[in-house]
């Protein structure tokens, strides 16, 4: 078998922690700075040996078809809807994700917009700083401690998830695939019978085909009308204008949302609402956990070209 080439190429930017030691070790191309990326691979695609890519972005098969010689595909992150892995499969293109090193921080931020949607902390904030504290009162919040919470997917961040409630003393609810006999939580055979019993509807399921807007209007009219909708995983699961729309006539009480359809771009409907946290998909935006997933992507990078089993393959 003859060695792969030792270019990579970088579909969108990374950590600079992670860019520099690649840097370092290979010659890495930047494609997002090609000013026309499909001349860019007809001409130079044949020499990449590894692509890296983050989960928001994927890689087109359009791109891949350009790369008759990429053995793999390493994410920067864990989601993998943005690759088509059937295609990656037909060419032996392994792909590689973060797997476990950004469970707990997403499942933090889960737990930090539910708590902030409930206890209406970012409205209490802005309370204090308007100097409105001064001539009234506070307006009550809604008590997280001994509710029902859904689960919509029971992967490692549901699990992780689903501790946290437990410390809350939180009735734990969830639907999967199947139900897991080993876990001590009550199982819901779809999404609608999850949502019935939900005031806290979290969504961690995988995106990608299955589950593209399968939390739709249906699933807004079957949660009571004081719930909470909390989305950590991605924005094309959630029917947008359905949630819009169930926000608007009262359905549900609020939403906490840190992953949206288009993403950067946001529904000017969800900005002006006051009972909508939004964060800018930043579950699992810290300085230890982004430094997990670089030695992860690095690590995966290294064996493939080193020829070694891949740590961290799941296809």
């Not at 390493?74 to 994700?97: E, K, M, P, Q, S």
């Not at 902030?116 to 809604?142: H, M």
């Not at 919509?152 to 809350?168: D, L, Q, T, W």
């Not at 070209?305 to 799941?314: C, S, T, V």
Request: contains cysteine.
């Amino acid at each position: 078998m003859s060695q792969p080439a030792q270019h990579v190429l970088l579909i969108a930017p990374v950590m600079d922690a992670l860019l520099q030691r690649l840097d370092a070790h290979y010659t890495v191309h930047r494609l997002y700075q090609q000013p026309d990326a499909a001349s860019w691979l007809v001409e130079n695609g044949a020499q990449i040996g590894a692509v890296v890519t983050r989960g928001d972005v994927g890689v087109t098969t359009a791109v891949l078809e350009n790369l008759p010689q990429a053995g793999v595909i390493a994410i920067f992150g864990v989601g993998t809807d943005a690759v088509d892995l059937d295609y990656a499969r037909r060419r032996n293109i392994a792909v590689t994700i973060t797997a476990g090193a950004l469970t707990d921080d997403v499942a933090d931020l889960a737990f930090g917009l539910l708590l902030s949607s409930a206890r209406k902390l970012c409205q209490g904030d802005r309370f204090v700083r308007e100097g409105r504290w001064l001539q009234e009162n506070p307006a009550l919040a809604t008590q997280v401690s001994r509710k029902r919470i859904g689960i919509f997917g029971m992967g490692n961040i549901g699990r992780a998830i689903a501790r946290r409630a437990a410390g809350f003393d939180m009735e734990i609810y969830y639907t999967d695939r199947q139900a897991d006999a080993a876990l001590p939580y009550r199982w819901c055979e779809d999404v609608l019978s999850l949502a019935k019993n939900s005031d806290f509807f979290i969504v961690a399921v995988s995106g990608g085909k299955e589950s593209l807007g399968i939390v739709n209007r249906q699933v807004f009219q079957a949660l009571p009308n004081h719930a909470l909708v909390i989305n950590i995983a991605r924005g094309s699961i959630i029917n947008e204008p359905d949630l819009i729309a169930a926000l608007q006539n009262g359905d549900i009480a609020g939403a906490g949302l840190d992953v949206f359809s288009q993403e950067p771009k946001v529904p000017a409907e969800f900005i002006a609402m006051d009972n909508v946290v939004l964060q800018p998909h930043v579950a699992s935006a810290t300085h230890e956990t982004r430094q997990r997933m670089s030695n992860i992507v690095f690590e995966n990078v290294d064996a493939y070209f080193n020829h070694r089993p891949l740590p961290h393959r799941i296809n």
